[in-house]
Structure formats: C-alpha cells, structure tokens
Nanobody, 126 residues
Framework: QVQLVESGGGSVQARESLRLSCVFS????????IGWFRQAPGKEREGVAAIHRGSGITSYADSVKGRFTISQDNAKNTVYLQLGFLKPEDSAMYYC???????????????????WGQGTQVTVSS
C-alpha cells in the first residue's frame, strides 16, 4: 500500500505561479511512476504530468507543456509540480497518484494508477 499527500494549492491570479508537492510513503518499491492529475467540476479527470522515478523521464499534457514542470526528490519521496503562467482554465482539484506502469505512453491515463492522494485545490482568477 502507498499513501500520497498533496499540498501547495491555493487561490492565485492569472499569470501567477504555484508549486504543488506530493509526498508518498508506504511500500513504494513497486511504484515506478508518479503522476499529477486534475479534475474540475463537470469535467473528466485529466492527466497533467508524470515522471518515471528511475530515469526521470517526464510526460506532459499538451495543454500545460511549456508552463508546468514536474520534478522529483527521490531521497525525500516527493514529487513536485511547478505550475507557471496559470490560467483560469487551470482551476481544478489536483491529485497525485502512483503506480507501476509499463511505459510513458500510459503515464497520463488516470485509470492506470492504483494509489491516489486526497487532492489540493488550485483556483485561478482573471
């Protein structure tokens, strides 16, 4: 079992930035990917970014590429999501998730992840 706890959300103005953190614990030996997902009211859960723990290979949704950056500190069992130049459409509950996945090609598919945090809210106003 793996536990994940997100933090860092808040309410900001458009074009501002936030950094989200995801701390994971428990048995993580079988986890090779950590992903960030978001869900706004009335919308499907969307893969935002993911990182492979061993290689550092990253994946991004087209909608955030160039604005968001995922990174990790494996010694601290922590993954970060830097959200830059935020837009109102970025407003959502942001979740981190962990799983064992075969390749980056599925790293942004929410249904492939086994372990989920409780989420942290990001609200961007214009």
């Amino acid at each position: 079992q793996v536990q994940l706890v997100e933090s860092g959300g808040g309410s900001v103005q458009a074009r501002e930035s936030l950094r989200l953190s995801c701390v994971f614990s428990g048995y993580t030996g079988g986890v090779n990917y950590i992903g960030w997902f978001r869900q706004a009211p009335g919308k499907e859960r969307e893969g935002v970014a993911a990182i492979h723990r061993g290689s550092g290979i990253t994946s991004y949704a087209d909608s955030v590429k160039g604005r968001f950056t995922i990174s990790q500190d494996n010694a601290k069992n922590t993954v970060y999501l830097q959200l830059g130049f935020l837009k109102p459409e970025d407003s959502a509950m942001y979740y981190c998730a962990a799983s064992l996945l075969p390749s980056p090609s599925v790293a942004l598919i929410s249904g492939r992840y086994k372990y989920w945090g409780q989420g942290t809210q990001v609200t961007v106003s214009s």
